[in-house]
């Protein structure tokens, strides 16, 4: 709002650097093996990775809660950074493995 109100950025271009590395991946309940087609049902089981300095966790449903075909069938979004490209690349796969969801297909192994 300030920007947009003629306030100047609190910081120049050339005042940024990048550090590190970040990759965000959607798990939705969709069956990459059948066209990504919604999956519907109960949430039997949902564990998700435990939110951490390099593992953030951005859901909306919670065990118990149904994916219906009226919605978006997006179980959490996962944002993952690390060092470099690599570390952060390996952090995903492991915040992808950390996911237990049971009542629905997702497109876990797909992200993997």
Known sequence: LRVASGL??????EQLAIHGHAI???LYAED???GFLPSTG??????????STHVRVDTGVEEGDSITPYYDPMIAKLIVWDVDRDAAL???????????????????GFLR
């Open 8 to 13: 100047p950025l609190p910081l120049r271009q």
């Open 24 to 26: 965000e991946a959607r």
């Open 32 to 34: 990459a093996d059948r």
């Open 42 to 51: 109960l949430l039997r089981r949902l564990r998700l990775p435990s939110p």
């Open 90 to 108: 390996r952090r995903m796969s492991q915040a992808l493995a950390d996911c237990q969801v049971v009542g629905v297909t997702t497109n876990a």
